[in-house]
């Protein structure tokens, strides 16, 4: 894993949780619908369950969201290694670099803007940065 990829996880998994999220609406709102006969389905004699139609929905939801508690658990946990890790840096302007690109989400024209530096500083600081940083097993 490279120091990028480590320091890219945060982001990674709040899109993981956000589109469970996605999930977990359309579910609820599958759940809340009015679902009507399907004519085109094969009739099979075999058990036949008592559920509401909704239940399903319900159960597929509650799941989801019980991973993305889970998710969220490890996402502040991975957050504050990633902090540690970036608070271990020497250099201030580094350190602010990477929080801002790696937990702040800003593009590297708001990076530069808010360091008061070029876009080509903010890069090369960036690519210096990376190389700074060290992380797991040391």
Same mark, same amino acid.
């Given at each position: ?15 993981? #949780? %956000? @589109? ?5 609406? /359309?579910?609820?709102? +599958? ?5 009507? $006969? ?19 929905? #319900? %159960? @597929? ?5 019980? /991973?993305?508690?889970? +998710? ?5 946990? $991975? ?60």
């Amino acid at each position: 894993m490279t120091s990028k990829e480590y320091l890219s996880q945060v982001y990674k998994l709040e899109q993981i #949780i %956000e @589109k469970k999220q996605m999930r977990v609406k /359309e579910y609820e709102q +599958l759940a809340s619908s009015i679902s009507g $006969c399907n004519f085109d389905k094969i009739s099979v004699d075999g058990t036949k369950t008592f559920d509401a139609p909704f239940v399903k929905w #319900i %159960e @597929k939801a509650l799941d989801i969201q019980e /991973e993305i508690n889970n +998710l969220k658990m490890k996402l502040e946990t $991975c957050r504050n290694e990633i902090l540690e890790v970036i608070e271990s840096l020497d250099n201030e302007e580094h350190k602010i670099l990477l929080v801002l690109r790696y937990l702040k989400y800003l593009s590297w024209a708001g990076i530069a803007e808010e360091l008061g530096i070029s876009i080509s500083t903010a890069k090369r600081w960036h690519k210096t940065a990376l190389l700074l940083v060290k992380f797991g097993p040391q």
